[in-house]
């Protein structure tokens, strides 16, 4: 039998907080007895009181003897008393000329106790509840915090948990609070079903929501569990879904969920009208403001005419409008768009308005909810503050940069009147979400010999984004695996003694072993971040780093860096090793100073699941300030997403790279070339490319100059739930990595040659972060390139 699920209505929640009220007056009015006359106070009687001593009290009642003391006064008295928290119940007359005061104190609580919990921890009981232990005890409290309990059981799909509470006395005033719980069963979703939608499956716009069918592996991802506000924040998800691929009359018609008592499942159903698609017929612009040419806000203008309408487009174009008029010292411009729809030939025209807006201040901003992060963490997101003219396009940046820093489920900002006519409050009201992360990633080797030896390499971290509710980032990391060794520490203020500049730094030490050499990398790095638009970045960092190596097996005899065989004269043949390769061991230890400069642009709209923007960087890496490395290197590589097919969700990626490093002082050392990885062609083994050995060609030597592209489709695999993650890939790389003045570098390698390779990904979105498995097979190679036909790791690297 299915039942509907019924919530308590915003009417009957007031009408109970009302009767509370009212009880509530009605034991206070008992609790005072009012004197109709005011009397000579000759002294105070103190009466029930245990902890709380008669002189704090005594400063309640704010009274001094042979003062005249009203019904008036003792019922402010009343309310002091009872304001303090510490009192059950107060009782204050005349007797005589003597004031009696009697007071029932609250017992205090011992301890808070909590049985039959397993799904939820205690301590994460404790923080959701009012009462502590050492604090006073009171059962409108105790409650409050069985309703609180249910909440939180219901935010993890246990609305049927069964929460009751009661208490022990301790004698002294003293109890013990008890909360037994019984869990129940865990709800689930049945599944997600849609009405009306033409343009867009059901499968399409199940991946635009948050609300997922329950699955397999639904004990992982926890996105299956049932939530009212969840379901309205995906309505919402929805509007701006259809809003920016042009159906500008696109309606959420309902959204409900109903619950099979005897399965414990919900139906969510979504009924939706998406009307017709637009496009943009004529932009214009138009301004009541004096000296201001319209002419120069064209090339402001994000919305052209004949593009897909797209509210996205129409708010970016506003926000750059504004600052531009209030760049030009009109502080309190307004931008407001009027659109035209013409049905026939579904357009919409849209003119902006330019005008003076209302001359609002802001009087004070006021934070709500935030019980870990710092208000000033919030603050500074904002360009504006109290005493500053009221502005609707720097409130939204700042709702936006707040999202972004993904320490909250939801940031909403209102305003309110303030105390003057032309002033309000800014309120920001947010739901703090967990932000520590324990990962664990892993990856596989098919035998590179330069990088490392076969087998699996396992990397575990743990990070923490909102360090101690100070906005900071820190992470510590351990990896390793056959022959490998990895260690990290990061951490990063993105408010640099308190402007918009991030500061951080990262140690870390590697150490590998090979199959002639062992080496061990032991550096720290200081790095400064400036934001130069809201999608462009620089950084400055200076890096310190040691390396030293050592021949390992049948090579170690060999001495002095030259390759030669052992003083007896009779090489060992077990030692097949580049003399490059030993001539680099031999100058062990071998310290880099460097400083490089980066700069980073990113309009990616998703960074977990990309669909649209680019997101590239160009670096400069200076060594030589001190040390031995002398060298300037030059790196760049850039990204682009673009969908394909909206409809089917197929996702176009185009990558492109290049480098190149130029000696500034000596030859330019082996280990300092760059070396081929999957991030420049796949199919290929890391550092299985480029020049090689003369000596030993399966050494490959790196080079000095390295170019590379790939196209890849993304798409989602047929037959496999959405609720799993899983999304397939083909793809096409081209790359050459050419350049070496190694004396044991063989020329017939070191000049420009491309290699090209076709393969197929599998990309899961997993808990642990992105993974991806690649199989990709060379169709242009070299005679001494080493392929490797399997990769898999992190999936999303840019």
């Known amino acids: 039998m299915k039942a509907t699920r019924k919530f308590l209505s915003a009417a009957s929640a007031a009408a109970l907080s009302a009767g509370m009220i009212v009880s509530g007056s009605f034991a206070f009015q008992m609790a005072t007895v009012a004197v109709a006359e005011a009397a000579v106070v000759r002294s105070v009687d103190i009466r029930g009181n245990r902890r709380v001593d008669n002189e704090t009290i005594r400063s309640y009642l704010n009274v001094r003897q042979g003062q005249n003391y009203s019904g008036a006064d003792i019922d402010e008295a009343v309310k002091r008393l009872f304001g303090t928290g510490l009192f059950a119940d107060v009782r204050i007359n005349f007797r005589g000329s003597t004031l009696v005061v009697e007071v029932d ?118 996105d299956d569990v049932y939530d009212e506000n969840r379901l309205r924040a995906d ?143 919030i603050r500074r997101e904002f360009d504006i503050s109290e005493g500053d003219a009221f502005n609707q396009v720097l409130v939204q ?22 105390s003057q006519p032309d002033q309000v409050y800014l309120v920001i009201d947010v739901v703090e979400k967990s932000t520590g992360e324990f990962s664990v990633g892993a990856g596989y080797s098919t035998g590179d010999s330069a990088r490392g030896r076969e087998g699996v390499n396992i990397e575990g971290s743990i990070s923490e984004k909102n360090f101690l509710g100070r906005g900071q ?11 490998s060794r990895d260690y990290g520490l990061s951490f990063t203020e993105p408010y640099f003694l308190g402007r918009r500049i991030s500061a951080g730094f990262d140690i870390f030490r590697q150490t590998r072993s090979f199959d002639n050499y062992t080496s061990e990398l032991t550096g720290a790095t200081v790095r400064f971040g400036l934001p130069i638009t809201e999608a462009l970045t620089g950084q400055v960092a200076y890096s310190y780093s040691v390396e030293e190596y050592g021949l390992t097996g049948a090579c170690d005899s060999i001495t002095n860096g030259t390759g030669v065989a052992p003083p007896d004269g009779i090489p060992d043949p077990g030692c097949v090793i580049s003399p490059a390769i030993v001539t680099a061991v031999g100058q062990s230890p071998w310290v880099k100073s460097a400083v490089s400069g980066t700069l980073l642009y990113n309009t990616i709209d998703d960074m977990k ?34 969908t394909l097919l909206d409809e089917q969700d197929v996702v176009g990626v185009l990558v492109a790279g290049a480098g190149h490093i130029i000696p500034t002082g000596q030859t330019l050392r082996l280990f300092d070339h760059f070396q081929n990885s999957d991030r420049i062609i796949r199919g290929f083994e890391g550092s299985g490319i480029g020049p090689a050995s003369l000596t030993s060609p399966t050494d490959h030597l790196g080079g000095t100059t390295y170019f590379h592209a790939s196209a890849e489709a993304q798409f989602p695999l047929p037959l496999v739930p959405y609720g799993f993650g899983l999304k397939g890939a083909l793809f096409v790389d081209a790359a050459t990595l050419y350049g070496n003045t190694l004396l044991d570098a063989d020329p017939s390698t070191t000049g420009m040659k491309w290699r090209a390779s076709v393969g197929a990904s599998i990309l899961w979105s997993s808990p642990f972060g992105p993974i991806r498995l690649d199989y990709a097979f060379p169709i242009v190679k070299e005679p001494t390139d080493e392929v490797q036909n399997i990769n898999f790791g992190v999936s999303t690297r840019f």
């Open 473 to 483: 980032f820190i992470k510590v990391s351990v990896g390793g695996g056959n022959g």
């Open 235 to 377: 309505e919402e998800a929805l509007r701006r879904f259809y809003y920016n691929r042009g159906y500008a009359d696109f309606r959420v018609i309902s959204a409900s969920a109903e619950l099979d008592e005897t399965s414990n499942e919900y139906t969510v159903n979504v009924t939706i009208e998406e009307g017709d698609r637009y496009t943009f017929g004529d932009v214009s612009i138009e301004t009541t403001l004096d000296g201001i040419d319209t002419g120069a806000f064209d090339s402001l203008l994000e919305t052209r005419r004949g593009n897909v309408y797209s509210a996205k487009d129409v708010e970016d174009t506003i926000i750059a409008l504004t600052e531009r008029a209030v760049g030009m010292g009109y502080a309190f411009t307004q931008v407001t768009p009027r659109g035209n729809r013409d049905f026939e030939t579904r357009t919409i025209s849209v003119v902006y308005s330019i005008d003076q807006g209302p001359r609002t201040y802001v009087e004070r901003i006021e934070i709500r909810g935030n019980d870990r992060t710092r208000d000033y963490v």
């Open 105 to 222: 104190e609250y017992a205090i609580v011992n301890q808070v106790i909590f049985q039959g919990n397993r799904k939820l921890k205690d301590a994460d009981l404790a923080r959701a509840v009012q009462l502590r232990a050492r604090g006073s005890f009171s059962n409108a409290a105790m409650e409050a915090d069985v309703d609180t309990i249910r909440q939180a059981y219901a935010q993890i799909g246990r609305e049927d948990a069964l929460v009751s509470a009661r208490t022990i006395d301790l004698g002294e005033n003293r109890v013990n609070v008890v909360y037994e719980i019984t869990e129940g069963g865990r709800t689930k979703i049945a599944a997600v079903n849609f009405v009306g939608n033409n343009a867009y499956s059901d499968r399409r716009l199940r991946d635009v929501i948050s609300t997922k069918k329950s699955n397999i592996l639904s004990f992982l991802f926890r």
């Open 397 to 418: 940046r700042a709702k936006r940069r707040l999202e972004r820093l993904d320490y909250f489920t939801a940031v909403n900002i209102s305003t309110v009147p303030g």
């Open 609 to 642: 699941n990309p669909r649209e923007g680019i997101y590239s960087t160009f670096s400069v890496e200076v060594a030589g300030l001190g040390g031995d490395a002398q060298y300037v290197k030059l790196t760049g590589r850039g990204t682009y997403y673009h």
